[in-house]
């Protein structure tokens, strides 16, 4: 794949009917299947998935013919919620037209949010839907520019994931990594996130210790601090990596500031303090 994009470059999934997320893809969400083949031993080691080595995948593209999502199939992936683990929770995918892609989804998509300006700017529209793979998609119009944010905007039906989104028992600790890794401190706030009070049977208005940090490419990490009980290790499916392309940042400073690191080629395999994956380029 071209590593030309800066920032987020792809997403991979683990989905345990590889075909049925690809249809869905391609037929809701304007997708369009762009390859597919096994997976690589190399390419499963920088994914800290080693027993998937040679299971079958396929890359999507989106209608401007980039690669922006790997599904891999994983017949024993355990498909679950994500709001109730920590680690990554979500892709914020940027859409045109959030209205009307959210009022044409059908199963195996699920409307969770319907489309709704965010507290933070009435420029922001998006609306949460989970995938069929157990994969938490916020599916984000930008309508204009949103200081002091570096936002992107599109006319494509779905362009690409431009934010991934977390969820740590510790904001402060994760922030540290993360601006480790992308050179910026970036913001801290609280804000309410309808997605998790649904989920957890809070007050709709109930609020969360967040903290935001640009990356290139006018992407960025959003970090949610939220208390969890500890969860049986299991091989989940849906969201489990995002591919980084980012300007060179030491093996000693990534594990100083909490990072596993392994090296893989040329590529590393990082896994953060609440346990998201990075596979990082560049």
Known sequence: ?????????????????????????????????????????????????????????????????????????????????????????????????????????????????????????????????????????????????????????TDATVAATFIGVMTTPDRDASQRAWSALLGAKGWSFDTKITVLNRAYGQPLEGRYPVAVIPMPGQCMVEIDQVTLPPTAMQRHAGQHSLCLHLPAVDDATLAAAGWQVSTIGPRRSLRGPAGEHVELLG
Request: aromatic share 4%; proline share 8%; with cysteine.
């Open 1 to 153: 794949m071209s590593h030309a994009r800066q920032g987020i470059v792809h997403a991979t999934l683990i989905a345990p009917d590889l075909q049925r997320v690809v249809d869905a893809y391609i037929t809701q969400l304007s997708m369009r299947l762009h390859e597919r083949s096994t997976l690589s031993a190399d390419d499963a080691a920088a994914l800290d998935l080693h027993h998937l080595a040679g299971a079958p995948l396929a890359w999507l593209a989106n209608s401007l013919g980039e690669p922006v999502l790997r599904v891999i199939e994983d017949p024993h992936a355990v498909i679950s919620a994500p709001m109730f683990r920590h680690g990554w929770l979500s892709l914020e995918v940027l859409v045109g037209d959030i209205d009307t892609l959210a009022a044409g989804l059908q199963p195996p998509f699920t409307v969770l949010g319907a489309a709704a300006n965010l507290e933070l700017s009435d420029a922001i529209r998006a609306a949460q839907v989970l995938g069929p793979c157990g994969e938490l998609l916020y599916l984000t119009q930008i309508k204009a520019p949103v200081p002091p944010f570096d936002l992107p905007m």
